[in-house]
């Protein structure tokens, strides 16, 4: 499922979210290779979707990396963007 982020960082927000849990992304070898296939397709999808042509990807992997939710998720950014790389 793809939602708006309650906590927006760019004008679009928008986090792509499996069904299945999966903690971090440390682990998206639970997916399986179609699966994880699947979701990064639909990542894409969703920005296609929403019209996005210049997007950013980002997922956080752990909590030194600024991952607070630990259910693994892509955050798709677009516009505006007001978080750091680094």
């Not at 927006?8 to 979210?17: E, G, N, S």
Request: charged share 20%; hydrophobic share 45%.
């Amino acid at each position: 499922m793809a939602i708006q982020d309650i906590n927006p960082q760019a004008r679009t927000h928008l986090l792509v979210i499996p069904e299945r849990h999966i903690e971090t992304f440390r682990d998206i070898g639970a997916l399986g290779a179609d699966e994880a296939k699947r979701m990064l397709e639909f990542v894409a999808e969703t920005a296609r979707e929403q019209g996005l042509t210049d997007y950013r990807v980002v997922v956080n992997a752990g909590e030194g990396a600024g991952q607070t939710i630990f259910h693994l998720h892509w955050h798709i950014l677009s516009g505006g963007l007001t978080g750091r790389m680094a």
